[in-house]
């Protein structure tokens, strides 16, 4: 084995450990290496996500008017090649499809908060501020789509949760382009309210 390789399959260990690791050389890691057996199965499923959420948002009023109200959000398909999440300071806001429970709404939108993408070397960290923050690593896939292994922390808590320490705490996601200064974090099937959560994020 390779130098270079040694290093490569120690630094996927260690991101394992904690998905905020800062990393010299993070393209000699496949993030299939670095994502648990759930998340990957979350991200092979993330269009069965899709048809399940907007088949309950759908079956509401309430829920169909939201949809309407953004198509390029809402449809699974709206993929731009190209411009992936640039090191900068953007906005974001959580929307919540095929919420789970009795009392759960189809579609459930939240505020907007600060978010930015940190570059070191070529490692790429994706965080967001507010009581619920998402925080984790950037991995290249293919021409349109970034993959997000994160996790989630909440309230006061001074630091993310280490990846993999808790299944409903970690975040598995794919990260697309929907217009020139716009994207979205597509969450399959997260830990909590929802079958789907979607992330809109715009230049800042």
């Not at 270079?4 to 450990?17: D, E, N, P, Q, T």
């Not at 648990?36 to 309950?56: C, F, G, S």
């Amino acid at each position: 084995m390779t130098a270079k390789r040694i290093a490569a399959v120690a630094l996927a260990g260690a991101m394992l450990a904690t998905v905020a690791v800062r990393a010299q050389n993070a393209g000699d890691v496949d993030w299939r290496k670095v994502a648990t057996r759930q998340d990957r199965e979350r991200l092979r499923n993330w269009r069965d996500a899709w048809v399940q959420a907007l088949a309950r948002v759908r079956a509401t009023a309430e829920g169909a008017a939201g949809l309407s109200a953004d198509p390029a959000l809402f449809d699974p398909d709206r993929v731009l090649q190209g411009a992936a999440l640039k090191p900068g300071t953007y906005r974001c806001r959580m929307h919540r499809l095929g919420g789970v429970g009795p009392h759960s709404r189809p579609l459930l939108s939240g505020t907007w908060t600060g978010c930015r993408v940190d570059e070191d070397g070529i490692v790429r960290h994706f965080v967001t501020d507010g009581d619920q923050r998402t925080s984790g690593n950037l991995f290249d896939s293919t021409d349109s789509r970034t993959v997000f292994l994160g996790t989630l922390a909440l309230g006061d808590e001074d630091r993310p949760m280490r990846y993999g320490r808790d299944a409903r705490r970690d975040m598995a996601g794919l990260v697309e382009r929907i217009g020139p200064t716009r994207w979205r974090l597509v969450l399959p099937y997260p830990g909590f309210q929802s079958t789907l959560d979607v992330m809109e994020i715009v230049s800042g």
